[in-house]
């Protein structure tokens, strides 16, 4: 199941801007890369510490670097000292339990993002948090310290100077990461989709004590998506209406596309929470009419029995002056009443079509 949050007792008490990493720890070094390019060039390094990173701050090329890692402190406090982020920014990034948001800081945009993973069956979805800072001539991306990224895409664009992205600036960059999280989201769209037909395959033909599990756990997966989406809509429309002139007007136009596909997103998000609402309707109805079925077969069965059982009580009290108990064909005369109001019974429900 997704997970909800994560826990934040460590922050409790002590004053804004102290950096206290929250999230799942780590015992790696965290992974440091460099991409630093224009239209004619272009460098892609992994840098051993992060004092080699200062080098491309000044410089008049698009630089991205990625953070893999944020456990540990020391790295984010030297990368917010050199370029001059606020505390509130490093104690946002080292927590990895964050609302996706949108920030404006000057020189600077701070952007909180999820990164999805998962989805597929036996794979539950889980969410990564992504912290991008945009400024003029840079940006720095960070990421929980995960299997992978959704990044590669774009990282081939940048090595084989493919579409616009090494002719545009920082804020292009920043948009083309933010569209790569958000396609990602789609496919993950797609694996819950497949989920959820299989379920309702299953709660038609043969739904069993296993399915409403199945169901609540998907509908748990649902609604953990649209955690994650709802906010950055928010986020995506701020960026696309230009609110900081780090946002160029040549990139505001990708940036409403990007917000077509969250609304496109929530519409399908939408249509999943009515599907599995109407799937718990329908295996509730299927579990009552399962129950009125078995009621049903008891009641006639206990209503056909009544009057036999109330013969047979009559005739076997014992005692001394009951004149059928002296008669020959006695016994044979009970067994056909009892035989014939069996019947009668069994007839009279099917006319009625009871049975």
Request: net charge negative; with cysteine; glycine share 6%.
């Amino acid at each position: 199941m997704a997970k909800t949050g994560k826990k934040r007792s460590k922050k409790i008490g002590l004053p804004p801007g102290t950096l206290v990493h929250i999230g799942e720890g780590k015992v790696s070094a965290p992974r440091i890369t460099v991409i630093d390019f224009n239209e004619p060039h272009f460098e892609e390094k992994e840098v051993k510490t992060i004092d080699e990173c200062f080098l491309f701050r000044d410089k008049p090329t698009v630089t991205w670097v990625n953070v893999d890692g944020v456990h540990q402190i020391e790295i984010i406090e030297k990368l917010g000292q050199c370029f001059g982020f606020h505390p509130l920014v490093m104690e946002d990034i080292l927590n990895t339990d964050q609302r996706p948001k949108m920030e404006i800081y000057g020189d600077y945009l701070y952007i909180v993002l999820k990164m999805l993973h998962g989805g597929d069956a036996g794979h539950s979805v889980e969410g990564e948090q992504v912290s991008l800072i945009l400024g003029s001539n840079f940006v720095i991306s960070f990421q929980e310290e995960k299997e992978g990224d959704v990044f590669n895409p774009v990282r081939e664009r940048i090595r084989t100077s493919k579409g616009l992205i090494r002719k545009m600036g920082s804020d292009y960059l920043a948009y083309s990461l933010i569209d790569t999280i958000v396609d990602h989201y789609f496919l993950i769209l797609e694996r819950l989709g497949d989920q959820v037909e299989l379920l309702e395959e299953e709660l038609m033909t043969h739904p069993t004590d296993q399915t409403i599990k199945k169901i609540q756990a998907i509908r748990n997966e649902i609604a953990f998506v649209r955690r994650v989406v709802w906010p950055l809509r928010e986020v995506v429309s701020n960026l696309g209406r230009r609110e900081s002139p780090l946002i160029k007007e040549t990139t505001e136009i990708y940036l409403r596309d990007v917000y077509d596909h969250t609304v496109q997103i929530m519409d399908t998000i939408e249509s999943y929470r009515d599907i599995i609402s109407g799937m718990l309707d329908i295996y509730l109805s299927s579990v009552s009419n399962r129950l009125n079925s078995v009621m049903k077969v008891l009641t006639i069965i206990a209503t056909i029995f009544m009057p036999l059982t109330f013969i047979a009580g009559i005739y076997g009290m014992n005692f001394k002056y009951m004149p059928e108990l002296e008669w020959r064909w006695g016994y044979p005369a009970i067994w056909m009443v009892i035989v014939f109001i069996g019947i009668f019974m069994v007839v009279f429900y099917k006319k009625k079509k009871w049975i």
